[in-house]
């Protein structure tokens, strides 16, 4: 059974930061892509960052560079994004996914060909 577990959300003040951890299971991950994205309710969802877990590669939102980083552990099936300098715009659930590697990271951050879901994770951000 595929299954992408968020964890690490929380409350944080404006400034702050918090590491996001997706932890993988049932598919073969050096194989896939693996992307953050973000939704606040009636709102649309969000690319935040995707990695390769085959090449490291990344691709990341304009509204996040310089302040938020993705990376990978492949022994341990699972992906992080530390996010510093947090804004009260960040807030929103957090969500990862997976994608078929010939996706890219690009396409993956643009939410094509996204295969499987986690819950999400809530992020608050206060000012």
């Known amino acids: 059974e595929v299954q992408l577990v968020e964890s690490g959300g929380g409350l944080v003040q404006a400034g702050g930061s918090l590491r996001l951890s997706c932890a993988a299971s049932g598919f073969t991950f050096d194989d896939y892509v693996i992307g953050w994205f973000r939704q606040v309710p009636g709102k649309e969802r969000e690319g935040v960052s995707c990695?390769?877990?085959?090449?490291?590669?990344?691709d990341n939102a304009d509204s996040v560079k310089g302040r938020f980083t993705i990376s990978s552990d492949n022994a341990k099936n699972t992906v992080y994004l530390q996010m510093n300098s947090l804004k009260p715009e960040d807030t929103a659930v957090y969500y990862c996914?997976?994608?078929?590697?010939?996706?890219?990271?690009?396409?993956?951050?643009?939410?094509?060909?996204?295969?499987?879901w986690g819950k999400g994770t809530l992020v608050t951000v206060s000012s």
């Open positions: 996914a997976a994608g078929l590697a010939r996706i890219g990271t690009s396409y993956c951050r643009m939410g094509y060909g996204m295969l499987y």
């Open positions: 990695i390769s877990s085959s090449d490291g590669s990344t």
